[in-house]
């Protein structure tokens, strides 16, 4: 027996006033941003979205984990080999965590720091996100010498927060990069940051933000909400709010149970995927426009999903 | 649910306090507040009464599968966002046998799926229902298949068979079990909803399109089925996705009444099957039914379902206790913090990373941070002292005691009251790892 349809189900479409901003980066032919509706909806915003997705890569490995660098084999001993590998399995920017310019560690000078991530530039042609230690007296230094050293392959200088901002987005504004504003799971606080950069002059076009995106187990539904408002503050028309999101799911790996073997919980290399997977996508429903990958399989399932959700990767 | 002032609308306005209440006014508050029934009033005509009701039904209606302590509820939300109240009942996880297998393999998949439990924050994870698959078109087999089952589990179970000659004997005998039936279709509706409704069964409908579903629905209610649950595919993540948004968005918002029911996903196994999970725990899915799954997914899948489904005004707490890290002796440090997860997660993280064992003494604050809870009177040299010594920390470590830093002003009168070195820590967790290696030299 065949069921008339007679009901009409309306769709829900929101009529948002307003939408992220867009931004260019590397030459000018990688983009990011320009979303109008809720993460993913085609019936909200009918354009493919297309979060960047960005490998990690860190210049010294002395307590990075191993499950990682037996995936990436040897060419996770040199950043440059690093980064082509994560070119090669698809990804569109390159997260250079420059770790040995921490003085407890090797503390490598900014100009040593920048020569690195001149040559991760040039051997991939991929925009950066570079980190210095979280340092912020040696990041501020290191990051006018980066900022230098990659003018003209427009990236992300990392990070800047509220009570240290100055110096780092000065050199974002004179290099023509974009800077990255932290702030602690706080809708609030996330805003006052762009409000910050803005007044000291820096555009807004210039401005990304990361929220902080807590890991799975380990605060993620905090993350997921503030996202979620920020998302929903941008697309009703807050402008201090309509930046690209920079989502960091490698944090995912800070998490215990994340990695740890014990075989009552499975494999421990694919449930660490798995886990930081969990940590992505959550971060990519609740409005990420990039997103940091640290595992190689974690970064497949990442751009299968995508994919699978009507996105381009 | 109507406001106070459209109740009031509908009272007398007499004042008569019949209902109890001094005016009508008081009564229509507490209408709004869901305290009271309208019936308590006296003067409501039944016209009134009937749009009353169907405005304040619940937008997306819940009912519960299975019997006693293992019955599960599904529905029941009330937003879209889980920073607007919270998500109510959690995603249900459902693994699959068939009436294909022999017993042995049956047993084995459903004592290999039982005892998949782990534990996370004092919480117990698990998966949740069985569902029996009709792989022979065989009513017999079926019902054997069944018979099987429930002797095997006492969790609840999914009856699913596209054919009512097939699911009928099955859902006769598991009636008292409260099974859901899975799944009416527009080729077997009729027959289906007269099962669901002669047996008081809830019944899955299945449609991938909303005008389609929605016909369904309505001719379930029709045949007297209420307790119904809505698949509307699971072809891709973005099937899930946008039909269980869009879906929910109109019920929420009541621009379409039809499709205010759960939402299920049948996802089938493999790594799809737990991608195509995880957004239906994000995206309003009460229940998820996988062939199988592996525990390094499962792990992740319900820690994702824990996060989400946390009660965002409730602040998520630890177990007052104290937690050795790294294997600590008696000469390890003792550092202490709040019940607040977040702070106890990044402290506990911190301290791994330094390699160093340590004993890390929680104290109860209610759930409240560090600072929060020392403003609230909750982290005092008392609540410290008294947590140190109802763990037993004091005499398993002779090691000095460690404030964090933002309390540094209780490590004074901690030193009078414990009669031991008491040090103060840093003032930002991330600064854990550089002080603990100090510590030791």
Known sequence: MKVIHMAKVPMPKEKWSGAVGRMALGDGSVNVGGVKGMPFLSFEDPQEHRPLLAGEVVDDISDFPSLVLEEFGTSAEDPVTWASEWKSRGADLICLRLLSTDPERADSSP????????????????PLIVYGSGIADKDAAVMEAVGKALEGHRSILAYVEEDSYKRMASTAVAHKHAVLAFSNLDINLAKQMNILLSDFGVDRGDIVMDPLMAPLGMGLEYSYSVNERIMLAALSGDRMLQV?????????????????????????????????????????????????????????????????????? | MPTAIEFFKF???????????????????????????????PYVDSGAKEKLEESSAPPVKGFS???????????????????????????AFAVTVTDAMSSDEMAETVSRHSSMTFE??????????????DETGDAESYTDAAKNLVGLTDWPI???????????????????????????????????????????????????TFDGMAALVEEARKAGVEDLIL?????????????????????????????????????????????????????????????????????????LRQNIYTDPQVPIQVKEDLYPISDPDAASPVLFTTNFSLTY????????????????????????????????????????????????????????????????????????????KVMVGPMESSSLPKFLKGLKE
């Open chain 2, 120 to 133: 996370r924050v004092g919480m117990e994870f698990r998966l949740d229902m069985f569902a029996l698959r």
């Open chain 1, 244 to 313: 690209p999101m920079v989502c960091d799911a490698s944090q995912a790996w800070q998490v215990r149970d994340c990695s740890e073997e014990d075989d009552s919980l499975g494999d421990a290399g694919e449930r660490a995927a798995w886990w930081e997977f969990a940590t992505a996508l959550a971060a990519l429903l609740s409005g990420a426009d990039i997103l940091i990958v640290r595992g190689a399989k974690a970064m497949a399932l990442v751009q299968d999903a995508v994919a699978d959700m009507g996105g381009r990767s």
């Open chain 2, 11 to 41: 009272l007398p306005k007499t004042n008569c306090g019949e209902c109890g209440h001094p005016t009508c006014l008081a009564f229509a508050m507490q209408l709004a507040n869901q305290k009271v029934s309208i019936d308590a009033c």
């Open chain 2, 231 to 303: 698949d509307l595919g699971s072809g891709s993540m973005k099937q899930v996705l946008e039909n269980n948004t869009v879906a929910r968005k109109v019920s929420l918002r009541r621009t379409f009444k039809g499709l205010g029911y759960p939402l299920m996903n049948c996802v089938g196994g493999g790594e799809g099957a737990v991608k195509k999970a995880m957004v239906a725990v994000m995206k309003y899915g009460s229940l998820v039914v996988f062939d199988s799954i592996e525990p390094q997914q499962a792990l992740p899948l319900m820690t």
């Open chain 2, 158 to 208: 999914v009856l699913i068979s596209g054919r009512p000659d097939v699911l009928r004997p099955a859902a006769e005998l598991l009636k008292d079990r409260r099974p859901l039936l899975y799944s009416a279709d527009d080729s077997n509706i009729k027959e289906m909803a007269a099962i669901a409704s002669g047996l008081g069964l809830p019944l899955a409908l299945r449609d991938d």
């Open chain 1, 111 to 126: 100009d040593e720091a920048a020569a690195i991530a001149k040559n991760v530039a040039d051997a991939t042609g991929l």
């Open chain 2, 65 to 91: 599968v299975g019997l006693g302590d293992n019955s599960l509820r599904m529905g029941d939300e009330t937003v879209l966002y889980r920073h607007e109240r919270k998500f109510v009942n959690p995603t």
């Open chain 2, 345 to 420: 997660f990044t402290v506990r993280a911190d301290i791994e990373k330094s390699r160093q064992p340590v004993w890390l003494q929680v104290v109860d604050t209610e759930g409240l941070s560090v600072l929060t809870a020392y403003a609230a009177g909750k982290f005092g040299p008392e609540h410290v002292t008294a947590a140190l010594e109802a763990s037993g920390a004091l005499d398993r470590s002779e090691g000095p005691i460690v404030t964090p830093g933002m309390v540094a002003k209780l490590s004074g009168k901690l030193e009078e009251a414990l009669g031991r």
